[in-house]
């Protein structure tokens, strides 16, 4: 069946650095858009990233991270990355990986979702 397992997240201070990992299975990973989605406490679900199934692996992020945060996939490994640079307190959240067809935003039109982990930026 298919799955999406996160790692990475922890306790960081502000100005920090961490690197989630995705590791994916279970369906044809090279095909499919990847994206790392977040939901702070009390907020809903907000896109983060994306990486396309296109040779060129085109990028796509949000405003709040763009120029902070780098997205890259290994379709070698199957899995996607999240690079997360001079951390916020702000980017406190669960980090989901998220897969599908589209070329979206709209978080509620992929397809496949991980369990998440959780990035604390606190000092």
């Known amino acids: 069946q298919v799955q999406l397992v996160e790692s990475g997240g922890g306790l960081v201070q502000p100005g920090g650095s961490l690197r989630l990992s995705c590791a994916a299975s279970?369906?044809?990973?090279?095909?499919?858009?990847m994206y790392w989605v977040r939901q702070a406490p009390g907020k809903g679900r907000e896109f983060v990233a994306a990486?396309?199934?296109?040779?060129?692996?085109?990028?796509d992020y949000a405003d709040s991270v763009k120029g902070r945060f780098t997205i890259s996939r290994d379709n070698t490994k199957n899995t996607v990355y999240l690079q997360m640079n001079s951390l916020k307190s702000g980017d406190t959240a669960v980090y989901y990986c998220?897969?599908?067809?589209?070329?979206?935003?709209?978080?509620?039109?992929?397809?496949?979702w991980g369990q998440g982990t959780q990035v604390t930026v606190s000092s």
């Open positions: 990486i396309s199934n296109w040779s060129d692996g085109a990028t």
């Open positions: 998220a897969a599908g067809w589209l070329g979206t935003r709209d978080v509620n039109r992929y397809s496949y």
């Open positions: 279970g369906f044809t990973f090279s095909t499919y858009w």
